[in-house]
């Protein structure tokens, strides 16, 4: 059965799991496992962040779409073209959060930047959650989109409502811009008026890479 959800929630079965964050953060993990980072190290606050030291971490992501004083890195995956052999720690507002609610021992991470990648590796299983980060408790337009492309690319008949729903919206929209589609939604124009129109643009790219984050021990290697 493949199932979507449009909002986070706890999760504690073993079954097959998904987070997309398509703004920003998946895009973010992603980006960074590809540009050749050791590990992306989910966590939940900001000071929590700031606590953990090493040679070669780095502290990264946002807070309103910010980058926190005192970090290395924002939530921009633009940022991330760096950082072959750097450890991440990553805390952002919803998609770390949507991370630390799902206890499956098959975490993995997708967004449109891997998403034939994350298609071919999801093939084999025959339970698959993805699990919508949305935004503040709210349903984010491209989270949903993602998920109903994931499950388009399936092509499998055992859908819930929620896989049908997200499913029919892809459909819908697969033939249109992408950028363009994603520059509607709401996240993605608080983004503009914080000058990361571009970042709409870049996580717009279908197929970039090639890898897919798989959450072991505390952190995102590459599956
Ligand atoms: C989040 O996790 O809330 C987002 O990635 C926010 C952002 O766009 O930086």
């Known amino acids: 059965m493949i199932d979507v959800l449009f909002l986070p929630k706890h999760i504690s079965h073993g079954k097959v799991c998904v987070v997309v964050d398509v703004l920003r953060a998946t895009s973010t993990i ?24 090493g040679k070669d971490i780095l502290i990264c992501g946002e807070r309103n779409g910010i980058k926190p004083k005192g970090f290395h890195l924002g939530n921009s995956p633009q ?27 098959n975490l993995y991470a997708s967004c449109f930047l891997n998403l034939h990648a994350t298609v071919d590796l999801l093939k084999d299983h025959e339970h698959v959650t993805v699990v919508c980060s949305g935004q503040e ?10 998920a109903g492309a994931i499950v388009y690319e399936l092509d499998r008949k ?57 959450f072991s021990q505390n952190r995102f290697v590459i599956a």
């Open 137 to 146: 408790g709210k349903v984010a337009y491209e989270d949903v989109l993602c």
């Open 158 to 214: 055992d859908l819930t409502d929620g896989a049908k729903i997200a499913k029919q919206l892809w459909k819908q929209a697969k033939n249109m811009e992408l950028s363009a589609l994603l520059s509607e939604s709401q996240h993605a124009q608080e983004l503009i008026e914080h000058n990361f129109l571009s970042d709409i643009e870049f996580c717009a790219q279908l197929d970039l890479y090639n890898i897919v984050p798989f």
């Open 30 to 53: 992603v980006t960074a496992l590809a540009k050749g980072a050791k590990y992306v190290m989910p966590v939940a606050s900001v000071a929590q962040a700031k606590r953990t030291k």
């Open 79 to 105: 940022e991330y073209f760096d950082v072959k052999g750097k450890e991440i720690v990553l805390t952002t507002t919803n998609g770390t959060k949507a991370i630390s609610m799902i206890h499956s021992q």
